[in-house]
């Protein structure tokens, strides 16, 4: 049996992360943090966001075409998610008109009332809540809830 490794990261100069924010781009502007998701050592993907204040606006992610149905952007962009929370962002937004709408709005992002062209994502509210359902009552077990439960916070 063959046993492959993924992980996710931060981003370093050998990973040529401008090559993959190129074919994922959503947006113009900056990339102050960008991540990257590996299969054994080779980049499968990638993350960006620029980060302004409290806000943070995802501006490309990109997942090599072999792997867009094996959920490799979903803890792409949750890994991104926890990295812009620990900067101190408050607020994430990402471009409405893009491919990836079905995996953002997956994750809880609803529309932006000021930009109608966006949807957004509050960091505390997305790592407080219960994967699953938010915190309204499922039936499924998951390990934010079960955390909860055991009063041990997230």
Known sequence: MYTIMIHIRKADMKDKPEELISKGALREGRHDLVMVVLE????????????????????????????????????????TLYSALRRGIEWVEVPLTQQWVGLFKGLGF?????KKEALQLNLEEF?????????????KTCSTANMKNKGDGV
């Open 40 to 79: 054994d050592d080779t980049v499968m993907g990638c993350c960006s966001m620029e980060l302004n204040g409290l806000r943070g606006i995802i501006n490309a992610l990109y997942i090599k075409g072999e792997k867009r149905d094996v959920d490799l952007g979903d803890g792409l962009v949750r890994s």
């Open 110 to 114: 609803k529309p932006d009332h000021e």
């Open 127 to 139: 790592f407080n809540n219960c994967c699953c359902c938010g915190n309204e009552g499922c039936e």
